[in-house]
């Protein structure tokens, strides 16, 4: 069965950074887009940006340029997003997904990892 | 960014009747070459990830029951459910693909009465 397992809970500081994993099983690694996105409490989901494990190339929403980054390690399978220079604000659940590209949807969602900016 | 904005923002509805999601995008998400609407639904259940129901407007994924249904073209949308079951209480949302980035309505939270 595909899926998507991600690394678990994460309470960070102010200023601090983020690292979640995730990792497919069930299906070719590099067979599809991975997307990242992100869920505030009582918000719908934002869009981050994807990586093709393929190639490595990302796409990045215009919001987290420069903050975030999106890498994959073709020998674990496993995709990687960092966010940098962590706010209040950046306190959510964050996916990663599945996709065919940008102009797809997400068929296929991990379990979601809570990360919680605290002081 | 296109806006899409979701209506009505919660909606409780008796088992067995039709419930009704509307979308509005803010920009025409129906690409003329190819003749397909860049919208999917999606249901999330309490404390689990969305899941996909519909794709390109009206494409049901696999494994979703038949009562769920998705119409519209260009900038108005709307998801249908043609029986409400119990595990159909969740919050839903519509979500465009047209371009970077894609963005999700506000959600609409559907109960039983």
């Known amino acids: 069965q595909d899926q998507l397992l991600q690394s678990g809970t994460e309470v960070k500081e102010p200023g601090a950074s983020m690292k979640v994993s995730c990792q497919p099983s069930g299906y070719a690694f590099t067979s599809y887009a991975i997307v990242w996105l992100r869920q505030a409490r009582g918000q719908g989901p934002e869009w981050m940006g994807l990586i093709s494990p393929h190639s490595g190339d990302t796409n990045i929403a215009q919001k987290f340029q420069g903050r975030v980054a999106m890498t994959r390690d073709i020998s674990t399978s496993t995709v990687y997003m960092e966010l940098r220079s962590l706010t209040f604000d950046d306190t959510a659940v964050y996916y990663c997904?599945?996709?065919?590209?940008?102009?797809?949807?997400?068929?296929?969602w991990g379990q979601g990892t809570l990360v919680t900016v605290s002081s | 960014d296109v806006v899409m904005t979701q209506s009505p923002d919660s909606l409780a509805v008796s088992l067995g009747e039709r419930a009704a999601i509307n979308c509005k995008s803010s920009h025409n998400i129906l690409i003329n070459s190819n003749k397909k609407n860049y919208l999917a639904w999606y249901r999330q259940r309490p404390g689990q990830p969305p899941e996909l129901l519909i794709s390109?407007?009206?494409i049901r994924e696999s494994g979703v029951p038949d009562r769920f249904s998705g119409s519209g073209s260009g900038t108005d949308f709307t998801l249908t459910i043609s029986s409400l079951q119990a595990e159909d209480v969740a919050v839903y949302y519509c979500q465009h693909y047209y371009n970077t980035p894609p963005t999700f309505g506000q959600g609409t939270r559907l109960e039983i009465k």
């Open positions: 390109w407007a009206s």
């Open positions: 997904a599945r996709g065919r590209g940008t102009n797809s949807p997400v068929d296929l």
